[in-house]
């Protein structure tokens, strides 16, 4: 009887060490697009929010203001800006104009681009007020 209970006690510890073995992998692993398959995908059905930093942002001329977002473990970039105007126009492109992505603001609401690749590449994003005015551009990142 002794015995049952220690090789029970070793097959618990075998299963929970081997749930943990699984439960831990590369960052790819963990993301549900990496570089060119994140392109166009909304960041918000994926997990690249979850390791995502916003480097920079810009206003355009009327005070609304856009962020760049870049996940590394996706290696994609998008942009987002919250409380905008209705129509204002947002946009994330790679650097030389080859791949960009966008979105208008609905008043109000958060929105965001779809992602782009920017694994060996920088990109920068954009933000144009509805009726007018200057846009505003972050940095390259």
Do not use: F
């Amino acid at each position: 009887m002794h015995m049952r209970r220690i090789a029970s006690a070793l097959a618990a510890t075998a299963i929970a060490a081997g749930g943990m073995v699984a439960s831990t992998g590369t960052a790819e692993a963990l993301t549900s697009c990496y570089a060119s398959s994140c392109n166009h995908l909304n960041p918000y059905k994926t997990t690249c929010t979850g390791d995502a930093i916003h480097p920079y942002s810009a206003a355009d001329s009327k005070g609304s203001v856009v962020y760049l977002y870049y996940s590394p473990s996706c290696r994609a970039t998008w942009a987002e800006t919250w409380n905008a105007p209705y129509n204002t126009y947002i946009e994330v492109q790679r650097d030389g104009g080859s791949l960009y992505s966008e979105d208008w603001a609905t008043y109000g609401a958060h929105t965001w681009t779809g992602m782009i690749n920017d694994a060996g590449y920088t990109s920068y994003a954009t933000i144009c007020p509805p009726s007018g005015g200057s846009c505003g551009y972050t940095s390259s990142y």
